[in-house]
């Protein structure tokens, strides 16, 4: 029988797509605080635009870039965050951030080198290096720092083989946002080496203690022919099944995407572009409502859990996740049954109690569980109570 290429013998199916999968497989009901989906739909200006492209396309094949008005309004987008030296030629369209994501590394990574993360982050990082050959360097981030990483431990951790360094904030799954101080200070260190900065903006509304969130693009704007921003309309605008990303880079990089594009997927359906082009070009007042609700959402999940048995936490910044540390719970049993591992944590609240988390090993934090408040608010409240029942009745 003939092989698989090798970096396929070992890739394994995303983790939390196979957290989606098993709460799809069992029999009773499930309060699913798993998976990162936004409780909200888009706007009916954003599906409108859908159907009426929908009623006049011709189904002919589209640009490799991107649908010409996309691009427009995400160029818009960006000029109202203040980024005004992006032109179209720095703008690529992809099949969500993920799609983007992998693409970019296809494009930069070499043989030999290494992509550097902060750990805990999202699993498709680690997935993806391995997927393109690069190694991972991990910096590991604990709640001493917030989950972020320090100048110093970047310094510290950049060596001759690091190619890229990825960015994420606010942060999944610990909701860690940087201020602008920490971002400078980040920058002095980027500066002294030769890397790329892919900086995955997917959360960037969804801060709930400071107007907006700083950006290492406002920050350091001198390092702006480095910097890989990456945006999605999946959590931004209610819609992680449409699969539109946006890609903003040097030129040489917006290129190499683009490439890439058409030699896989050709073009971005003109469905979702459409749609994509009216969020970003739309009425914004319903993705900020949104941010409203998370925040009462947030508030609210803290205090229900606030003293509960065998768990810490951090207050999320940003995002819509809440990061906790369960390793008290290690070692303890239920009904006989060992949690001996963030994993068997997981599985055991999901048979005995009928609510889905986010094992912390999935994001390269073993002893940590992340919880999505982003769903229907009293189905959240009601998985933070089946929780706390859960903590309690470990011994």
Not at 307 to 320: D, K, V
Not at 350 to 358: K, P, R, T
Request: with cysteine.
């Amino acid at each position: 029988m003939p092989t698989l290429s090798p970096d396929l013998e070992f890739a394994r199916f995303c983790p939390i797509l196979g957290v989606v999968q098993k709460v799809r497989e069992t029999l009773h009901p499930v309060i699913d605080l798993g998976v990162g989906v936004p409780g909200f739909l888009p706007a009916p200006h954003i599906v409108e635009a859908a159907v009426k492209a929908a009623c006049e396309h011709t189904g002919g094949y589209g640009s490799s870039r991107g649908d010409e008005a996309l691009l427009a309004a995400y160029l818009g987008y960006l000029r109202g965050q203040g980024f005004t030296h992006y032109r179209e030629q720095n703008l690529v369209a992809g099949l969500g951030a993920k799609h983007l994501l992998f693409s970019v590394l296809r494009a930069i990574i070499r043989p030999g080198d290494e992509i550097l993360v902060s750990t805990p982050c999202w699993p498709t990082y680690f997935d993806i290096a391995d997927l393109v050959g690069a190694g991972v360097v991990n910096v590991t981030c604990s709640a001493q720092t917030d989950f972020k990483m320090t100048a110093q431990a970047l310094e510290d951790a950049l060596s001759d083989k690091v190619r890229v360094v990825m960015l994420n904030s606010p942060g999944n799954p610990t909701g860690a946002v940087y201020c602008a101080e920490e971002l400078a200070a980040l920058a002095e260190v980027l500066r002294k080496k030769d890397v790329w900065i892919i900086s995955d903006d997917v959360y960037q509304r969804f801060v709930y203690d400071i107007d907006s969130c700083p950006s290492l693009l406002s920050v350091a704007p001198d390092l702006s022919d480095r910097i890989i921003k990456i945006d999605s309309v999946s959590k931004l605008y209610g819609m992680p099944g449409w699969r539109v990303g946006l890609l903003a880079a040097n030129e040489r990089i917006a290129a190499a995407v683009t490439t890439l594009n058409s030699n896989s997927i050709s073009n971005i359906p003109p469905i979702p572009a459409a749609a994509a082009a009216a969020a970003f070009s739309g009425d914004q007042a319903f993705s900020y409502a949104a941010r409203d609700r998370l925040y009462s959402q947030r508030q609210a999940l803290l205090a229900d859990l606030q003293g509960a048995p065998h768990l810490r936490f951090c207050q999320p910044a940003g995002a819509f996740y809440l990061f906790m540390d369960i390793s008290q719970t290690l070692g303890k049993s239920l009904h006989g049954r060992l949690i001996d591992d963030d994993e068997a944590f997981c599985a055991l609240l999901l048979e005995e109690y009928g609510v889905a988390l986010i094992p912390g090993s999935f994001f390269g934090a073993p002893g940590h569980a992340r919880l999505s408040y982003s769903g229907d608010a009293e189905q959240v409240r009601s998985g933070a109570a089946r929780l706390r029942e859960f903590l309690s009745a470990i011994s």
